[in-house]
C-alpha cells in the first residue's frame, strides 16, 4: 500500500465498472473510493469505501497493519460510496470507535441502524494517536449536513472528504506529482460542478476554515492525493465556490431535423467574428448534461436553443434547464432561441425557466424561427450572438 508520509497509507480501492456514479453522472475514467489507514499508537481509519469493494478494501488494510486491531475509524461523510463498507468493518473490528458529529451518528443509525460505539467530536476537537494528532473541523453542506473535515497536525495532511474530489480512476499512482493530471482538471471540474456545485456558499465557508490551518497534502475521497497542486486546487475551489469563470460562451442546442443548430452556427461563428474565443457547444440530445454543467462553471456566456415539441419545450433542453436551475448558479448571462413548425412555444418555455428558475442576466433578443432558416432570422441569430460576445468582452 502507498505510505503518503509518516505511516499514513492508502487503502482506497478504484471503481471500472460502474456507468453512472450516483445513478446520474457517468464516469468514462472511472472512479475511486479513497480510505487512508494512519499506522500509530492507535490505529485510525479515515473514511470507507463503497460495500462491492469491501474485499479489497479489507485485504488493504490486512497488508498495513497485519492483525493489529482499528482503534479509529473517522467518518467525514456518510454518503454509501464512503460508508458503505461500516456494517462489514463493525463485523471484523467489533471494538472500533466510530469518530463523527451527531448528524453522522443520525444517518448512521438511518442508513445501518448502528448506535454504537459512537465517539462525537464537535468542530476544532482533537485527538491524539500517539505520534500524529487529528483535528475535527465541521464543513456542512460540502455537499451533505454531516460532512466535516480532518486535519493531521503532525504531518500537514488534510482529509478533506468530498472536498477537491475528482472523477476518474486512480491507476497506479495515487499522488499528484507520481501521475500524469492532465485528464484531471475537467474531470475534477465536472465533479465539482455536478456534486457539490449547489452549495457554493458551504464551500467558500469550509475554504474559510481552511484558511486558518496549514497543510500540504488534501486527501480527498475521490481521486489522487494532492500534494504539488494543494494550492492550485485550493484556488479552483475558490474560483468555483464563487462562480467565478472565463469570458467564453457555452451554445446549447437541441434539433431534430437540423434546422435549429443552424441558428447556433450562425449564433456561434457571429460571437467568434466579435472577438470570443473560447466558445463549447453542444447538441443536448448527444452530449451528458453533466458536461454541459461543468462548462457552465467554467464560461459565463450561455446560449440555449431548441425546437418546439408536442406544443412545449423539447425534452432534453428542458433536462438541461431543469439542472442548472436546481444548482442556483449565479453571475451569469444568458441568450436563447427556439423554432417551431406551426406553432411557437420554445422561445417561451425558455424565458419562464430564466425568469422563475435560473434568473441568469439576459442579454440580446430572443430569437423565434419557424421552420427554417430565413435571411430575417439570420441577422437575429447574428444579432444575439454579436450581443453576447459585447456582453462577454466588454467586461
Ligand atoms: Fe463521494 Fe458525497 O460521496
Keep these: 500500500m502507498k505510505e503518503i508520509k509518516n505511516k499514513v497509507f492508502y487503502v482506497g480501492v478504484n471503481d471500472r465498472n460502474k456507468a453512472l456514479f450516483e445513478g446520474l453522472w457517468p464516469l468514462p475514467y472511472g472512479v475511486s473510493y479513497n480510505s487512508y ?7 485510525c481509519l479515515i473514511d470507507t469505501v463503497e460495500v462491492d469493494f469491501f ?3 479489507l485485504e488493504n488494510i490486512h497488508e498495513v497493519i497485519g492483525d493489529r486491531p482499528i482503534d479509529y475509524l473517522v467518518i467525514n461523510h456518510m454518503e454509501p460510496d464512503h460508508s458503505g463498507s461500516l456494517p462489514l468493518l463493525l463485523k471484523y473490528y467489533p471494538d472500533i470507535k466510530i469518530i463523527g458529529n451527531k448528524k453522522t451518528f443520525d444517518m448512521m443509525g438511518g442508513f445501518y441502524h448502528i448506535k454504537e460505539n ?3 467530536v464537535k468542530n476544532a476537537d482533537t485527538l491524539s494517536l500517539g505520534y500524529h494528532t487529528l483535528n475535527f473541523y465541521m464543513t456542512p453542506m460540502v455537499h451533505w449536513p454531516e460532512t466535516m473535515m480532518t486535519l493531521d497536525t503532525t504531518d500537514g495532511i488534510l482529509f478533506s472528504g468530498d472536498g477537491f474530489g475528482c472523477f476518474g480512476a486512480l491507476n497506479g499512482g495515487i499522488l ?9 482538471w475537467l474531470e475534477m471540474i465536472r465533479y465539482y460542478s455536478n456534486i457539490v456545485g449547489k452549495y457554493g456558499t458551504p464551500v467558500q465557508n469550509a475554504l474559510k476554515k481552511l484558511a486558518e490551518i496549514k497543510f500540504d497534502y488534501i486527501c480527498s475521497t475521490h481521486g489522487p492525493v494532492w500534494h504539488q497542486y494543494v494550492k492550485e486546487v485550493v484556488k479552483m475551489y475558490d474560483r468555483m465556490s464563487r462562480y467565478e469563470t472565463e469570458p467564453g460562451l457555452l451554445i446549447c442546442y437541441g434539433t431534430m431535423y437540423g434546422n435549429t443548430e443552424r441558428m447556433a452556427e450562425v449564433i456561434a461563428k457571429a460571437a467568434s467574428e466579435a472577438g470570443v474565443k473560447n466558445i463549447g457547444m453542444f447538441n443536448v440530445s448527444k452530449t451528458h448534461h453533466s458536461y454541459i454543467l461543468r462548462d457552465l462553471f467554467r464560461f459565463k456566456g450561455l446560449i440555449v436553443g431548441a425546437p418546439t415539441y408536442n406544443n412545449g419545450l423539447y425534452h432534453e433542453m428542458e433536462t438541461l434547464l431543469s439542472e442548472i436551475a436546481n444548482k442556483d448558479i ?11 413548425a406551426w406553432a411557437g412555444k420554445a422561445v417561451q418555455k425558455i424565458s419562464d425557466w430564466n425568469e422563475n428558475k435560473i434568473h441568469f442576466e439576459p442579454v440580446g433578443e430572443p430569437v423565434e424561427m419557424k421552420q427554417a432558416l430565413t435571411p430575417e432570422v439570420k441577422a437575429q441569430c447574428e444579432a444575439l450572438g ?10
Excluded at 176 to 184: M, Q, R
Design 176 to 184: 499528484d506529482e507520481a501521475i500524469d493530471t492532465d485528464w484531471c
Design 55 to 57: 474485499p479489497q478494501f
Design 118 to 120: 459512537e465517539a462525537e
Design 386 to 395: 454579436k450581443a453576447m460576445a459585447e456582453k462577454l468582452l466588454g467586461e
Design 330 to 340: 449565479k453571475n451569469h448571462y444568458i441568450g436563447w432561441f427556439g423554432s417551431f
Design 37 to 43: 489507514l494512519i499506522d500509530d499508537e492507535k490505529v
